[in-house]
């Protein structure tokens, strides 16, 4: 049964699968093309864009202390060794209001690994602008660490640049985990000033973002807002698009010293992250 939400008003229209809690896409009707790419729906990261909870990306040997105590984490269907962006993006979400331009979803999980929360996520279209929010409320008796962010797939191809600030950078290493910090940020990496960049695989975190990067595609201006300094960039060869995510801690936070970026939730307690795209 296909319980898909399409959302509009006069300047976009999105399309939003409960499954996942995902955004199969996002369509500029002042430009007629899309923003987000269009996700056909068949595999979970086939879409727009999607949640992660309650950890993003990647964690080094699926695993952090927390408090004295090893926290060793489950894995899933989508990646053989980590927990990859938590499971909120591979699991249905409830539906618990819808309006024209609007929804709300929700999802519970418990875990044998700690992890005891409910989640509630909004989207919102606001004039020219998608509002996303991700709101976590721990459960458990015990005290865990969170962390989250969104997963958004921009429309991008030969007729784009894009553009951000960041003071410094993690490249990649084994396992798509990263390798010492640093703050000579090479060209194929440093997106200082607008440009296409190289068609090629890139997969790294930025540290000191300013909390705004712009696509710009042929006439259509696109601005992602979110007050974290922590970006993941990901782009693959030959593939029209380009991703930039908004996380609430680097990648592989857990097992950095201080945990930067990550929340001890106590029951009760809640974290927020909110993100938006602005189109003109």
């Given at each position: 049964?296909?319980?898909?939400?399409?959302?509009?008003?006069?300047?976009?229209?999105?399309?939003?699968?409960?499954?996942?809690?995902?955004?199969?896409?996002?369509f500029?009707?002042?430009?007629?093309?899309?923003?987000?790419?269009?996700?056909?729906g068949?595999?979970?990261?086939?879409?727009?864009?999607?949640?992660?909870?309650?950890?993003?990306?990647?964690?080094?040997e699926?695993?952090?202390?927390?408090?004295?105590?090893?926290?060793?984490?489950?894995?899933?269907?989508?990646?053989?060794?980590?927990?990859?962006?938590?499971?909120?993006?591979?699991?249905?979400?409830?539906?618990?209001?819808?309006h024209?331009d609007?929804?709300?979803?929700?999802?519970g999980?418990?875990?044998?690994?700690?992890?005891?929360?409910?989640?509630?996520?909004?989207?919102?279209?606001?004039?020219?602008?998608?509002?996303?929010?991700?709101?976590?409320?721990?459960?458990?008796?015990?005290?865990?660490?969170?962390?989250?962010?969104?997963?958004?797939?921009?429309?991008?191809?030969?007729?784009?640049?894009?553009?951000?600030?960041?003071?410094?950078?993690w490249?990649?290493?084994?396992?798509?985990?990263?390798?010492?910090?640093?703050?000579?940020?090479?060209?194929?990496?440093?997106?200082?000033?607008?440009?296409?960049?190289?068609?090629?695989?890139?997969?790294?975190?930025?540290?000191?973002?300013?909390?705004?990067?712009?696509?710009?595609?042929?006439?259509?201006?696109?601005?992602?807002?979110?007050?974290?300094?922590?970006?993941?960039?990901?782009?693959?060869?030959?593939?029209?698009?380009?991703?930039l995510?908004?996380?609430?801690?680097?990648?592989?936070?857990?097992?950095?010293?201080?945990?930067?970026?990550?929340?001890?939730?106590?029951?009760?307690?809640?974290?927020?992250?909110?993100?938006?795209?602005a189109?003109?």
């Amino acid at each position: 049964m296909d319980d898909t939400l399409t959302l509009q008003n006069t300047h976009l229209r999105m399309r939003v699968d409960p499954q996942g809690g995902r955004l199969l896409s996002l369509f500029s009707l002042a430009h007629q093309q899309a923003v987000l790419r269009e996700g056909c729906g068949v595999k979970p990261g086939e879409c727009g864009l999607f949640p992660m909870l309650p950890v993003a990306n990647r964690i080094a040997e699926n695993r952090f202390l927390f408090r004295g105590e090893v926290v060793n984490l489950p894995r899933h269907e989508e990646d053989a060794v980590f927990f990859l962006h938590g499971d909120g993006w591979l699991r249905r979400w409830d539906t618990i209001a819808v309006h024209e331009d609007a929804c709300h979803l929700r999802s519970g999980r418990q875990m044998a690994c700690g992890y005891d929360y409910v989640a509630d996520l909004h989207y919102q279209l606001d004039a020219a602008v998608l509002h996303a929010s991700l709101t976590i409320t721990h459960r458990g008796e015990r005290p865990m660490l969170y962390g989250c962010g969104f997963h958004p797939y921009f429309a991008f191809d030969r007729h784009s640049t894009v553009q951000f600030a960041a003071s410094g950078y993690w490249p990649e290493g084994k396992q798509h985990l990263p390798q010492e910090w640093q703050s000579d940020i090479p060209r194929q990496a440093d997106f200082s000033g607008a440009q296409y960049g190289e068609d090629a695989w890139l997969n790294v975190g930025y540290s000191g973002w300013s909390g705004r990067a712009i696509v710009q595609r042929d006439v259509m201006k696109v601005t992602l807002l979110s007050q974290t300094p922590w970006l993941m960039l990901f782009r693959m060869q030959g593939e029209s698009f380009l991703c930039l995510e908004p996380q609430s801690h680097p990648v592989n936070a857990h097992n950095m010293p201080g945990q930067p970026g990550l929340q001890a939730l106590a029951q009760g307690d809640q974290c927020h992250f909110a993100m938006q795209i602005a189109v003109v």
